[in-house]
């Protein structure tokens, strides 16, 4: 957690820099966003920093990983106006996202388990063709285009739809996957993940990258508390 400072001592900008590998302009901004409290002035106007500034800016950076730059300004900016609540409302909103994106990865994984290898398509289909392609309605392939499933794209002469090879492909998965019990909702986060990694085959690999990330996010979140909470010890005993 740095060096072992005396509560009496003086830092300068440069010494917070210093021990982060940041500028002495980012330790102003910081404290200009609330992110540290307000320093002192000394004779000459210079800031002058105190350990607890130095504990503050530890804390920030122990809270960006999990929670990003956005969110840990806020946290600290509410703990430095002494709104305590409000910090920890934000920590939990950090804590909800989390488990809302676990929920998703779950359910994309479970979806593409079920699924069935797609055959790759090529050219461009219109909807009658494509319905009956896949024994639906062309009524059901727009219900999944209002829901935000398929994107098709329109004839420039006609402006019929047009559904290219991947959206011939989410069709395909879409209707996988409803016959499969899924409701349109849980279909979505599926697809997003299809259309990011470019298929099924390398969205295999994404779901573990993802995994890794979630899991890292939430050990990342698990430190920025213990951070804070050390913090929020030694600020309230200074009121």
Not at 26 to 40: F, H, S
Not at 91 to 107: G, N, W
Not at 131 to 137: D, H, T
Request: hydrophobic letters at 40%; zero cysteines; a positive charge.
């Amino acid at each position: 957690m740095g060096r072992n400072l005396q509560p009496r001592e003086r830092l300068r900008p440069v010494d917070l820099a210093r021990e982060h590998g940041l500028s002495t302009q980012a330790v102003r901004n910081y404290e200009a966003d609330g992110i540290l409290p307000a320093a002192e002035r000394g004779p000459q106007g210079y800031r002058t920093y105190t350990p607890l500034h130095a504990q503050a800016l530890r804390v920030f950076l122990a809270l960006v990983p999990g929670h990003g730059h956005a969110t840990a300004t806020s946290i600290m900016r509410a703990v430095n106006q002494d709104a305590v609540e409000e910090a920890l409302r934000l920590i939990d909103e950090s804590h909800v996202q989390l488990l809302d994106d676990r929920r998703t990865l779950q359910d994309v994984a479970a979806a593409i388990r079920d699924l069935e290898p797609v055959a790759q398509e090529r050219g461009e289909m219109f909807v009658g063709p494509l319905a009956r392609k896949l024994g639906v309605r062309p009524a059901t392939l727009r219900e999944w285009e209002r829901a935000g499933l398929l994107r098709p794209g329109r004839d420039p002469k006609t402006g019929y739809r047009v559904y290219s090879a991947a959206d011939v492909r989410d069709a395909k998965l879409t209707h996988q996957l409803r016959r499969g019990g899924y409701l349109l909702e849980r279909i979505a986060p599926v697809l997003d993940q299809v259309r990011s990694a470019g298929g099924i085959v390398p969205l295999e690999s994404a779901l573990r990258d993802w995994h890794s990330r979630l899991s890292a996010r939430g050990r990342a979140l698990l430190s920025g508390a213990a951070a804070l909470e050390s913090y929020l010890d030694v600020a309230l005993l200074r009121q």
